[in-house]
């Protein structure tokens, strides 16, 4: 996601032109924080760029919005090379204090139960680059310190339940506005084993790796052996990613991933998250064996990329 500023520098507008392309004609909707902070995805950006393309081959404003809400603007390339540098931008500039003073911030609104504080930091995390910078560098981060502070008392299960919840939040809206869903016979389906609850990993994985144009299904927290299953065999999906992130969840993920390979000898299968058990050897398997994902959301939608399963459709 970007914020307006963002957005212009990639459509290569100003920020005034995005406010008056929105108001006047609609051309994109994005989407509003609840401190206010309008947020565009890559689609809403491809809008603008298509429209300002039409505009500098001679069409009017006007009639350019209307082409592309209707579906008859003629296909436009366009020149993704500022992303690929905006990015690099966004790497080298974004400060390792900043991020350290927001999610500080953040834990501290969460000892304090205060609502708008940890709304106002979330915002704030989220204003500072794109989703895929943010999620590693400041949001997964903030709530392993949230853990920490949790564990040596300083903030509440309360205030612990209420900071992770507005997180949950945010990652569900942005995985609405992420792109591409699931689809018959094409489908990744990602989530965690019977008795896992700590799901924003998992869900910010399977935002990642939407918006990097996978079919991903996220199917959420404790899901039993049957359910996944029956879902890849209703899908038909070609991958799963299961998450573990503590001892007991890597034990249940392996249950998992026997009884789909069990099911779907074909499927791929990807263990990710700090408890990602070992597969073992690759005699117990029946068909591909399971690979353990690297650390890091980057790194590991980039390897499920690179599976041939997971770029079915």
Known sequence: MYTIKQAATRSGLSVPVVRAWERRYGVVQP????????????AAVDRLRTMRALVDQGWAPSTAAAALLDGTAPAIELDRSVDEQTNRTDAGTDSADQSAELRGAFVAAAAALDTDGIEQALDDMLASGSYETVIERDILPALEDLGDAWADGRVSVAGEHAASHAVGRRLAALYQAAGRGATAGGTVIVGLPPGARHELGALAFAIAARRAGLPVLYLGADLPVADWVATALRTRA?????????????????????????????????LGGNAAPDPGPATSWPGPVPVVLPAGVHAAVAHVRSRPGSRRS
Do not use: F, K, N, Q
């Open 238 to 270: 070609h991958a799963a990613v299961i998450g573990a992130v503590t001892a007991a969840d890597g034990a249940a993920a392996l249950s998992v991933a026997r009884a789909l390979a069990d099911a779907v000898p074909e499927i791929e299968i990807a």
């Open 31 to 42: 989407m509003r924080t609840p401190s206010g902070y309008r947020l565009y995805d890559d």
